[in-house]
Protein backbone atom coordinates (compact mmCIF):
# COMPACT_ATOMS: atom_id res chain seq x y z
CA UNK A 1 0.00 0.00 0.00
CA UNK A 2 0.91 3.30 0.08
CA UNK A 3 3.29 4.88 2.52
CA UNK A 4 3.13 8.32 4.06
CA UNK A 5 6.23 9.66 5.90
CA UNK A 6 5.48 12.24 8.34
CA UNK A 7 8.26 14.18 10.53
CA UNK A 8 8.72 14.84 13.27
CA UNK A 9 7.67 11.94 15.26
CA UNK A 10 7.66 14.37 18.58
CA UNK A 11 8.04 17.96 18.89
CA UNK A 12 8.70 19.74 22.16
CA UNK A 13 8.62 23.64 21.95
CA UNK A 14 8.06 26.87 24.16
CA UNK A 15 4.49 28.19 23.97
CA UNK A 16 4.04 31.26 21.47
CA UNK A 17 6.78 29.14 19.14
CA UNK A 18 5.72 28.57 15.84
CA UNK A 19 5.54 24.62 14.26
CA UNK A 20 5.93 23.31 11.10
CA UNK A 21 5.29 19.92 10.34
CA UNK A 22 5.08 17.81 6.79
CA UNK A 23 4.27 14.53 5.28
CA UNK A 24 6.58 13.03 1.98
CA UNK A 25 5.27 10.23 0.13
CA UNK A 26 6.87 7.91 -2.41
CA UNK A 27 3.61 8.56 -4.65
CA UNK A 28 1.24 10.99 -6.09
CA UNK A 29 -1.52 12.27 -4.05
CA UNK A 30 -4.20 13.95 -5.18
CA UNK A 31 -5.57 14.93 -1.95
CA UNK A 32 -4.20 16.20 1.27
CA UNK A 33 -5.85 16.43 4.49
CA UNK A 34 -4.65 17.40 7.95
CA UNK A 35 -6.48 15.82 11.64
CA UNK A 36 -5.68 16.86 15.09
CA UNK A 37 -6.49 14.54 17.64
CA UNK A 38 -6.81 15.65 21.08
CA UNK A 39 -6.25 13.27 23.84
CA UNK A 40 -9.66 10.56 24.11
CA UNK A 41 -11.10 11.82 21.54
CA UNK A 42 -11.23 10.88 17.47
CA UNK A 43 -9.09 12.77 14.88
CA UNK A 44 -10.71 16.40 13.64
CA UNK A 45 -10.43 17.98 9.70
CA UNK A 46 -8.16 20.67 9.94
CA UNK A 47 -7.69 21.96 6.85
CA UNK A 48 -8.08 19.72 3.10
CA UNK A 49 -6.02 20.62 -0.09
CA UNK A 50 -7.20 19.50 -3.42
CA UNK A 51 -4.48 21.17 -6.33
CA UNK A 52 -0.95 21.04 -6.15
CA UNK A 53 0.62 24.74 -4.52
CA UNK A 54 -3.04 25.30 -3.06
CA UNK A 55 -1.73 27.06 0.38
CA UNK A 56 -4.50 27.02 2.92
CA UNK A 57 -5.12 28.52 6.18
CA UNK A 58 -7.80 28.22 8.56
CA UNK A 59 -7.16 30.68 11.69
CA UNK A 60 -3.33 30.18 12.86
CA UNK A 61 -2.85 26.95 10.86
CA UNK A 62 -1.61 27.43 7.25
CA UNK A 63 -1.21 24.08 4.89
CA UNK A 64 0.37 23.66 1.42
CA UNK A 65 -0.22 20.87 -0.84
CA UNK A 66 3.38 20.42 -2.77
CA UNK A 67 4.01 21.34 -6.25
CA UNK A 68 5.19 17.46 -6.79
CA UNK A 69 1.74 16.07 -5.17
CA UNK A 70 4.19 13.94 -2.95
CA UNK A 71 4.02 16.47 -0.11
CA UNK A 72 2.32 18.74 2.58
CA UNK A 73 3.28 20.94 5.46
CA UNK A 74 1.81 22.16 8.28
CA UNK A 75 2.32 25.43 10.34
CA UNK A 76 0.69 26.63 13.76
CA UNK A 77 1.88 30.26 13.97
CA UNK A 78 2.11 31.54 18.15
CA UNK A 79 1.14 28.32 19.25
CA UNK A 80 -1.07 27.93 22.47
CA UNK A 81 -1.64 25.37 25.04
CA UNK A 82 -5.03 24.05 23.49
CA UNK A 83 -2.73 23.14 20.05
CA UNK A 84 -1.42 20.30 22.26
CA UNK A 85 -2.41 17.13 20.61
CA UNK A 86 -1.48 14.30 18.21
CA UNK A 87 -1.52 15.92 14.05
CA UNK A 88 -1.94 13.57 11.32
CA UNK A 89 -1.68 13.99 7.57
CA UNK A 90 -3.60 11.72 5.20
CA UNK A 91 -3.00 11.19 1.75
CA UNK A 92 -5.43 10.46 -0.92
CA UNK A 93 -3.98 8.70 -4.09
CA UNK A 94 -5.36 8.73 -8.00
CA UNK A 95 -7.80 6.42 -8.36
CA UNK A 96 -8.22 5.34 -4.69
CA UNK A 97 -11.62 7.26 -4.26
CA UNK A 98 -13.39 8.43 -1.23
CA UNK A 99 -11.72 5.08 0.63
CA UNK A 100 -7.98 5.66 -0.47
CA UNK A 101 -6.73 7.86 2.14
CA UNK A 102 -3.30 6.55 3.50
CA UNK A 103 -2.65 7.86 7.17
CA UNK A 104 0.82 9.03 8.40
CA UNK A 105 1.86 7.94 12.05
CA UNK A 106 1.05 11.67 13.54
CA UNK A 107 3.11 13.89 14.84
CA UNK A 108 3.03 14.53 18.65
CA UNK A 109 2.90 18.41 19.61
CA UNK A 110 3.86 19.16 23.35
CA UNK A 111 3.71 22.63 24.82
CA UNK A 112 5.98 23.71 27.52
CA UNK A 113 5.01 26.79 29.13
CA UNK B 1 -25.25 17.89 13.24
CA UNK B 2 -24.25 15.71 16.08
CA UNK B 3 -21.62 14.34 13.79
CA UNK B 4 -20.36 10.78 13.81
CA UNK B 5 -21.94 8.92 17.22
CA UNK B 6 -20.52 5.78 18.66
CA UNK B 7 -21.31 3.83 21.57
CA UNK B 8 -20.01 2.45 23.66
CA UNK B 9 -17.22 5.25 24.61
CA UNK B 10 -15.45 2.45 27.07
CA UNK B 11 -16.19 -1.27 26.71
CA UNK B 12 -13.90 -3.84 29.15
CA UNK B 13 -14.66 -7.47 28.65
CA UNK B 14 -12.58 -10.96 29.26
CA UNK B 15 -10.79 -12.80 26.95
CA UNK B 16 -13.35 -15.02 24.92
CA UNK B 17 -16.24 -13.03 25.16
CA UNK B 18 -18.31 -11.02 22.41
CA UNK B 19 -17.57 -7.41 21.49
CA UNK B 20 -20.00 -5.26 19.63
CA UNK B 21 -19.07 -2.11 18.60
CA UNK B 22 -21.96 0.44 16.82
CA UNK B 23 -21.52 3.30 14.86
CA UNK B 24 -24.14 6.18 13.31
CA UNK B 25 -22.85 8.10 10.55
CA UNK B 26 -23.23 11.34 9.81
CA UNK B 27 -26.64 12.09 7.95
CA UNK B 28 -26.15 12.05 4.01
CA UNK B 29 -22.45 10.52 4.06
CA UNK B 30 -22.45 7.52 1.62
CA UNK B 31 -19.13 6.18 3.15
CA UNK B 32 -18.54 4.48 6.44
CA UNK B 33 -15.20 3.49 7.55
CA UNK B 34 -13.86 1.40 11.04
CA UNK B 35 -10.19 2.27 12.53
CA UNK B 36 -8.30 0.84 14.42
CA UNK B 37 -5.46 2.69 16.94
CA UNK B 38 -2.32 1.25 18.69
CA UNK B 39 0.65 3.39 19.26
CA UNK B 40 2.65 0.39 17.84
CA UNK B 41 0.67 0.50 14.37
CA UNK B 42 -0.76 3.69 14.57
CA UNK B 43 -4.40 4.41 12.71
CA UNK B 44 -5.32 1.03 11.13
CA UNK B 45 -8.56 0.76 8.45
CA UNK B 46 -10.29 -2.12 8.97
CA UNK B 47 -13.24 -2.24 6.52
CA UNK B 48 -15.20 0.76 4.72
CA UNK B 49 -19.01 0.50 3.53
CA UNK B 50 -20.06 2.60 0.32
CA UNK B 51 -24.27 2.96 0.81
CA UNK B 52 -24.55 0.07 3.28
CA UNK B 53 -22.01 -2.35 1.18
CA UNK B 54 -18.86 -3.89 1.75
CA UNK B 55 -16.26 -2.84 -0.54
CA UNK B 56 -13.10 -3.38 1.63
CA UNK B 57 -12.49 -5.42 4.40
CA UNK B 58 -8.79 -6.79 3.69
CA UNK B 59 -7.91 -4.82 6.63
CA UNK B 60 -10.36 -6.89 9.19
CA UNK B 61 -6.96 -8.61 11.45
CA UNK B 62 -9.20 -12.11 11.24
CA UNK B 63 -12.39 -14.05 11.17
CA UNK B 64 -12.87 -12.93 14.59
CA UNK B 65 -13.79 -9.83 12.73
CA UNK B 66 -16.67 -8.98 11.52
CA UNK B 67 -18.88 -5.26 10.17
CA UNK B 68 -22.09 -4.69 9.22
CA UNK B 69 -24.11 -1.93 8.01
CA UNK B 70 -27.94 -3.09 7.53
CA UNK B 71 -29.07 1.09 6.92
CA UNK B 72 -27.43 4.17 5.77
CA UNK B 73 -27.60 4.95 9.73
CA UNK B 74 -26.29 2.59 11.77
CA UNK B 75 -23.16 0.04 11.75
CA UNK B 76 -21.16 -2.75 14.06
CA UNK B 77 -18.09 -4.15 14.21
CA UNK B 78 -18.07 -7.52 16.22
CA UNK B 79 -15.15 -9.05 17.64
CA UNK B 80 -15.67 -13.04 18.86
CA UNK B 81 -14.12 -14.00 20.91
CA UNK B 82 -11.96 -11.22 21.63
CA UNK B 83 -8.99 -11.42 22.75
CA UNK B 84 -6.11 -9.16 24.86
CA UNK B 85 -4.37 -8.42 21.25
CA UNK B 86 -7.82 -6.55 20.31
CA UNK B 87 -7.56 -3.74 22.98
CA UNK B 88 -7.01 -0.78 20.91
CA UNK B 89 -9.46 2.71 19.91
CA UNK B 90 -11.63 1.82 17.55
CA UNK B 91 -13.11 4.56 15.25
CA UNK B 92 -15.61 4.91 13.04
CA UNK B 93 -15.86 7.45 10.53
CA UNK B 94 -17.86 9.06 7.46
CA UNK B 95 -17.57 10.91 4.41
CA UNK B 96 -19.48 12.38 1.31
CA UNK B 97 -16.97 12.57 -0.33
CA UNK B 98 -12.87 12.87 0.59
CA UNK B 99 -12.92 14.50 3.80
CA UNK B 100 -13.57 11.89 6.55
CA UNK B 101 -15.01 12.59 9.62
CA UNK B 102 -14.36 10.57 12.89
CA UNK B 103 -16.35 9.76 15.59
CA UNK B 104 -15.03 9.83 19.53
CA UNK B 105 -13.78 6.25 19.22
CA UNK B 106 -14.89 3.26 21.07
CA UNK B 107 -11.54 2.10 23.88
CA UNK B 108 -12.05 -1.69 24.06
CA UNK B 109 -9.52 -3.41 26.82
CA UNK B 110 -9.49 -6.88 26.56
CA UNK B 111 -8.48 -8.60 29.76
Known amino acids: GQQLNQSPQSMFIQEGEDVSMNCTSS?????WLWYKQDPGEGPVLLIA?????ELTSNGRLTAQFGITRKDSFLNISASIPSDVGIYFC?????????????FGKGTHLIIQP | DAGVIQSPRHEVTEMGQEVTLRCKPI?????LFWYRQTMMRGLELLIY????????DSGMPEDRFSAKMPNASFSTLKIQPSEPRDSAVYFC?????????FGPGTRLTVT
Open chain 2, 27 to 31: SGHDY
Open chain 2, 49 to 56: FNNNVPID
Open chain 1, 49 to 53: LYKAG
Open chain 1, 27 to 31: SIFNT
Open chain 2, 93 to 101: ASSWGHEQY
Open chain 1, 90 to 102: AGQYPGGGADGLT
